[in-house]
């Protein structure tokens, strides 16, 4: 007889709060952030180009994330870049 062999499936698990645009090493990139006990973390960010982004409303997102939200990446770490006003 012949046993049957389930197939495995993969679940992959998201839980990240939000994603907002951000500069990272000097590009513009997606940001995915999740909240615990007040403070935010970063866990991933994918590079994007501005072109990708048409509508009027993304636009504007993006200039208004971008002033806001620098960051460097290395070493597997996030970096907040001060801002000098």
Do not use: P
């Amino acid at each position: 007889m012949r046993s049957k062999t389930k197939k495995k499936r993969f679940k992959f698990k998201f839980n990240f709060d939000g994603w907002c645009f951000a500069i990272v090493n000097n590009k513009l990139a997606e940001i995915y952030f999740d909240t615990k006990k007040g403070r935010s973390s970063i866990w991933a960010h994918c590079y994007v180009k501005k072109s990708e982004y048409k509508i009027k409303r993304e636009q504007k997102m993006i200039l208004d994330d971008t002033k806001k939200y620098k960051f460097f990446y290395r070493n597997k770490k996030y970096k907040r870049v001060r801002q000098i006003e």
